[in-house]
């Protein structure tokens, strides 16, 4: 017994050692996990993007724009801007005491599409010089809000813009007092605005705003919940400025600040719906801070810059966490000079940060930027082998390398520059255009025309309404053309507005007659663009609305009305998704098909240190010209990085 005991506890410890070695193999002996491709090739995993090794290279010394801080930048219409701010380098009086009242202040705007090279757009705008103003996109225009001008002192006014460029004030006085040094977010299908200072009253604020059209404004007020006395709850956090907010995850995240003593925090709170406050720490790893900056990039939040304090001389640490909650910090602090005041931005898969006062106490207008995989910039190589090219049916096409540098490289092509009719495409332009007329609550109104487009789908009524987010899923998932057309007819004139994006993305044969993509009457008013401009279409959907692009990679969704009535599951007309043989990983793209254009189609995929961007137009078999065209390149080139 004792024997069968013993070779029973040898064969266990046996079997014990095998899944051990099974388990530790790859970390003993180095193996690295590859992907398979269809053809059995091996195939390397792309690398991964690391936050610990963010980088940084230098944009420009010495931008076109005067040294200054507190400028408002926002992202808009496929650009950085800038506008606004105040230079202090006159006036830094002893002990780094600075008469900011008696700064220059600007109301120039400028814009860039590299971060190098800035226009001057205007030199003084409709409103007077001032700093520390908020601006935010909401619904396609841009509103900006107070903020401290040296000729009119605290504001509490509102101007609006649709290109950035020319003001219209809309609001003289809006029900929240004057200030500066706040900070405003969209969230949730409205404007949120908090905090800030107003010096001249010796008042820091803690109080939250919100509107659903920039123009009027509610206060927020937490759930009542003292039954006692029927009084509502205040909010949570103390009074301040300077603080950095941004919506994260869908909740809106509140970080460090200054109160009127002087006194800098390092805690951080979150809020669900605006109105209640939770804290998630009291004493954040990173040190407290002032004049920084929030921002959302690679899934992450990032906090960028802090106070120009005496004890630490201005640290420019830079702290991420996949959370919100959970804080690490990069390996190695960025090269510039500490900073507060500064501006940062995300854009075209990078982190801007420009301008700002440094830890000199001078004012700056150098610009830099993040590199996106690590160290410096990376190396990509790319080589092609003897393998022979696929005939297609399309007419022409082309295949487009982005690596992550931004660099491209064509791999395959065929009449990359020929114009050809490319149907629903259009809706991708489509997207971007009603993108920035619309917020998500918005609501887009089916009518009689629209339902006797080409090709709709026969699921509406007419004056079925459609909440926009909703809408711009069934356009792009399900194609419908009903959708297409009522953003369309939503403003006499989007046509307008979708050819003059073709100018701003610089789709040089490209031209738009209608919102849908339908075949016309007349020859001559048929949409058209090329392969090439498409890829570059698709390439600027995803670097500065990938909101778009991931919509487009959904098999299916369920679609309501504004009201909640069930209408129909809607189901993708890319019949590549979820194809398990493609040798890359759809991140999203668009069909079309009409009898004037044949079988279009457009597909972004992930790829080993990039993006790969295929373009298929006037084919007869969209699905397998891009199919071949995928295992092509996938056989013909080896991409290293």
């Known amino acids: 017994m004792k024997y069968k005991f013993f070779a029973i506890a040898i064969l266990a410890l046996f079997f014990a050692f095998i899944a051990l070695l099974f388990f530790y193999y790859p970390i003993f002996f180095g193996e690295t996990k590859k992907l398979k491709t269809e053809s059995g090739a091996e195939q390397k995993p792309a690398k991964q993007f690391e936050p610990a ?21 926002f992202v808009f219409k496929g650009k950085m801007w800038t506008m606004g701010g105040l230079d202090g380098n006159t006036k830094v009086q002893g002990d780094n005491k600075v008469r900011y009242w008696e700064a220059p202040h600007f109301n120039d705007i400028w814009s860039t599409t590299d971060g190098v090279n800035w ?65 405003a977010e969209v969230f949730d299908g409205k404007i949120w605005l908090f905090g800030g200072v107003n010096y001249d009253k010796r008042e820091t604020k803690n109080d939250v705003w919100y509107s659903s059209d920039g123009v009027n404004w509610e206060q927020a007020t937490p759930k009542r919940d003292n039954l006692a006395t029927g009084q509502a709850t205040t909010i949570p956090w103390s ?16 970080a460090g600040g200054m109160d009127l003593k002087g006194n800098t925090f390092n805690d951080e709170w979150v809020s669900s ?3 209640n406050w939770e804290l998630v720490t009291a004493n ?61 931005l995300v854009f075209r898969d990078r982190i801007w940060v420009f301008g700002g006062t440094g830890a000199d106490w001078r004012w700056h207008n150098d610009v830099w930027f993040s590199n996106p995989q690590g160290d410096k910039k990376i190396s990509v190589s790319v080589s092609k082998n003897g393998v022979g090219e696929p005939e297609l049916s399309a007419n022409s096409f082309v295949s487009v390398f982005v690596d992550d540098n931004g660099d491209e490289r064509v791999l395959f092509k065929k009449n990359k520059e020929t114009q050809l009719p490319i149907a629903s495409i259009t809706k991708l332009m489509t997207a971007l255009v009603a993108s920035e007329k619309y917020g ?55 046509v307008e507005l979708m050819n003059k994006k073709v100018s701003e993305v610089g789709l040089s044969k490209t031209i738009f007659f209608n919102s849908v993509g339908t075949d016309p009457n007349g020859a001559d008013s048929i949409n058209r663009s090329t392969p090439y401009d498409v890829y570059k279409l698709a390439r600027y ?8 692009l991931k919509i487009t990679a959904q098999k299916e969704f369920r679609l309501s009305d504004a009201d909640g009535n069930f209408l129909a599951l809607v189901t993708s007309t890319d019949k590549l998704l979820g194809d398990e043989k493609l040798p890359f990983t759809i991140l999203g793209g668009k069909t079309g098909e009409t009898p004037k254009a044949k079988q279009n189609l457009v597909l972004v995929t992930d790829a080993p240190c990039g993006k ?29 990085c």
Do not use: C
Not at 239 to 254: E, M, P, Y
Not at 291 to 313: A, C, F, M, P, Q
């Open 239 to 254: 009074t301040r400025w300077d603080q950095a907010t941004a919506v994260f995850k869908g909740k809106i995240f509140l």
């Open 119 to 183: 226009k001057l757009e205007k030199s003084n705008a409709e409103w007077a010089p001032r700093r520390s103003m908020t601006v935010v996109e909401f619904n396609g225009k841009l509103f900006m809000f107070g903020g401290w001008s040296s000729i009119t002192g605290y504001a509490s006014d509102i101007w609006q813009s649709e290109d950035g460029i020319s003001w219209i004030k809309v609001v003289s006085q809006a029900p929240w007092p004057a200030r500066e040094g706040h900070s």
């Open 440 to 494: 998500g609550n918005d609501l887009i109104v089916v009518s009689k025309n629209s339902l006797n487009v080409k090709g709709a789908s026969g699921i509406y009524r007419e004056g079925e309404r459609i909440l926009f987010a909703d809408a711009l899923k069934a356009m792009l998932i399900g194609s419908h053309n009903e959708i297409a057309s009522a953003f369309g007819e939503s403003s006499p004139d989007f």
């Open 273 to 275: 719906d605006g109105l």
């Open 612 to 640: 790969l961007f295929s373009v298929v137009l006037g084919s007869d078999d969209n699905f397998g010209d891009m199919r071949k065209i995928l295992r092509y390149v996938n056989e013909a080139y080896e991409i290293k």
């Open 53 to 73: 090794l963010l980088s940084w290279s230098l944009a420009t010394s010495s931008a076109a724009w005067e040294t200054r801080d507190s400028a408002a930048s």
């Open 541 to 548: 959907v995803r670097e500065t609305k990938p909101e778009i």
């Open 284 to 344: 954040a790893p990173w040190p407290s801070r002032q004049g920084h900056s929030l921002v959302v990039y690679k899934d992450r939040l990032w906090i960028i810059g802090r106070l120009n304090d005496k004890e630490t001389g201005g640290p420019n640490d830079v702290w991420y966490s996949d959370d919100g909650v959970d804080w690490r910090k990069t390996d190695a602090d960025p090269p510039w000079i500490g900073r507060e005041d500064h501006s940062v």
